[in-house]
T-cell receptor, first 109, second 115 residues
Framework: GQNIDQPTEMTATEGAIVQINCTYQ??????LFWYQQHAGEAPTFLSY????GLEEKGRFSSFLSRSKGYSYLLLKELQMKDSASYLC??????????FGKGTSLLVTP | EAGVAQSPRYKIIEKRQSVAFWCNPI?????LYWYQQILGQGPKLLIQ????????DSQLPKDRFSAERLKGVDSTLKIQPAKLEDSAVYLC?????????????FGPGTRLLVL
């Protein structure tokens, strides 16, 4: 089976940097995804890591350590529009993606 | 490029009634997914289709839920009869070939409230 843990809520200030952690236990591993989901909207793809290390994409970066079962999403220069839920999802040895419960990020002025 | 389309966007029914949701994936995408997202949780996969065949339906409550994708394009998810705990957002997603490393594109979802 799979167990994916991420904090329920986080708050950060506009312009700051925030790191959202995700730990997982899985039987088989085929990569880790981060999705962003604004309230009442569909999830949208942010990043994909399958090898260890840091992937940078503009203000967003994602890190993976397969040996530790750990990933984080780093958001820089926070903007108000970044207030959303951030979903960590792990691909297992089958075809499915298993999602965590999501981290609700609130960006304050 | 048109995204994943879903209808209806909202549905309110009473328990024990039936309901159906429709999804049209991105053109050319072979793989279609139905997810259930209960408030405050992440999406849970209900069923995955590859063209018109089922790849994974291990988490689909088959006593009340059914889904089909007869021509390998659009899909329908049905609940019969509905229970209170079925209140959730039902998300449809699609990907090009279904590889687990591929990005899944989600539709806007159908919000179901069972009273």
């Amino acid at each position: 089976g799979q167990n994916i843990d991420q904090p329920t809520e986080m708050t950060a200030t506009e312009g700051a940097i925030v790191q959202i952690n995700c730990t997982y236990q899985t039987s088989g591993f085929n990569g880790l995804f981060w999705y962003q989901q604004h309230a009442g909207e569909a999830p949208t793809f942010l990043s994909y890591n399958v090898l260890d290390g840091l992937e940078e994409k503009g203000r967003f970066s994602s890190f993976l350590s397969r040996s530790k079962g750990y990933s984080y999403l780093l958001l820089k220069e926070l903007q108000m529009k970044d207030s959303a839920s951030y979903l960590c999802a792990v691909g297992n040895s089958g075809y499915a993606l298993n999602f965590g419960k999501g981290t609700s990020l609130l960006v304050t002025p | 490029e048109a995204g994943v389309a879903q209808s209806p966007r909202y549905k309110i029914i009473e328990k024990r009634q039936s309901v159906a949701f429709w999804c049209n994936p991105i053109s050319g995408h072979a793989t279609l997914y139905w997810y259930q997202q209960i408030l405050g949780q992440g999406p849970k996969l209900l069923i995955q289709f590859q063209n018109n065949g089922v790849v994974d339906d291990s988490q689909l409550p088959k006593d009340r839920f059914s889904a089909e994708r007869l021509k390998g394009v659009d899909s329908t998810l049905k609940i019969q009869p509905a229970k209170l705990e079925d209140s959730a957002v039902y998300l449809c997603a699609s990907s090009l070939t279904g590889g687990v490393q591929e990005t899944q594109y989600f539709g806007p979802g159908t919000r179901l409230l069972v009273l």
